[in-house]
């Protein structure tokens, strides 16, 4: 089976710019969870989706963050406008319907924001 | 508020040693799940073990295995027989009904040939 994808693996923007990342986990997987870490910290909970609903937002770190996930597949991730606190590895994991199922992540994406 | 901690932000042990990666957690709750991931340099996180909470029994898969303590709220991670493979970054989670699954801050842990 195909694991969860991110892209792009990579990205460099300067601050004030938009950047969308995109997830595509593994089919078949209602759960989707983005999030993120910065160097040398906890890797910090950002929102979690079921099919295409939110089900927990919480970790959302204000309004210039935007997640989507239409149709309960892919999901993208914007950050609009980038300020340089926003830098990390943004990762995207999902999981199938039950509670006990384990994250299947990706590989990340490395935003720097300058 | 639900929070998972993890005291070791780094280890270094001999190869063949046993390691011991401890983890905490809080929560009010009585019915959850914890895990063990680990990220090796460059790679994917990946999960080690699991455990519900329901379960006395100590979860175990080949040279890893977990010291559950509900009372005392502690999860820890016992690897046997360390191989240079096992050098990554270790994170513990929990898991609340919700489905929302928080990390702890990481051990990074290095095992010496």
């Known amino acids: 089976e195909a694991g969860v994808t991110q892209f792009p693996s990579h990205s460099v923007i300067e601050k004030g710019q938009t950047v969308t990342l995109r997830c595509d986990p593994i089919s078949g997987h209602d759960n989707l969870y983005w999030y993120r870490r910065v160097m040398g910290k906890e890797i910090k909970f950002l929102l979690h989706?079921?099919?295409?609903?939110?089900?927990?937002e919480s970790g959302m770190p204000n309004n210039r963050f935007l997640a989507e996930r239409t149709g309960g597949t892919y999901s993208t991730l914007k950050v609009q406008p980038a300020e340089l606190e926003d830098s990390g590895v943004y990762f995207c994991?999902?999981?199938?319907?039950?509670?006990?199922?384990?994250?299947?992540f990706g590989n990340g994406t490395r935003l720097t924001v300058t | 508020a639900q929070t998972v901690t993890q005291s070791q932000p780094e280890m270094s042990v001999q190869e063949a040693e046993t390691v011991t990666l401890s983890c905490t957690y809080d929560?009010?709750?009585?019915?959850?799940?914890l895990f063990w991931y680990k990220q090796p340099p460059s790679r994917q996180m990946i999960l080690v073990i699991r455990?519900?909470?329901?379960?006395?029994q100590n979860a175990t898969e080949n040279r890893f295995s977990v010291n559950f303590q509900k009372a005392a709220k502690s999860f820890s991670l016992k690897i046997s027989d360390s191989q240079l493979g096992d050098t990554a970054m270790y994170f513990c989670?929990?898991?609340?009904?919700?489905?929302?699954?928080?990390f702890g801050k990481g051990t990074r842990l290095h095992i010496l040939p």
């Open positions: 455990q519900e909470a329901y379960k006395q």
């Open positions: 989670a929990f898991m609340n009904r919700d489905d929302k699954i928080i």
């Open positions: 994991a999902s999981s199938q319907p039950r509670s006990n199922s384990p994250l299947h």
């Open positions: 989706f079921v099919k295409e609903s939110k089900q927990d």
């Open positions: 929560t009010s709750e009585s019915n959850y799940y």
